[in-house]
């Protein structure tokens, strides 16, 4: 998940360089959703894992 984020976010560099601004904003929601997402998992996996034991 974190691999798709920062592909989503080097696209929306690339588009942003380039002038498609509606490219690079859709592009930029969707890394920030998709990071997000993956440091709440990557909590809660954490959580788990010392509940654990």
Known sequence: ???W??????VALV????G???VASASAG?????FFL????????LV????RR
């Open 20 to 22: 498609f601004g509606g």
């Open 1 to 3: 998940m974190l691999g």
């Open 48 to 51: 788990m894992r010392v509940l």
């Open 30 to 34: 969707i890394a920030q959703v998709l």
């Open 15 to 18: 588009a942003g360089v380039l």
């Open 38 to 45: 993956f440091l709440i998992l990557f909590a809660v996996t």
């Open 5 to 10: 984020a920062l592909t989503f976010l080097v």
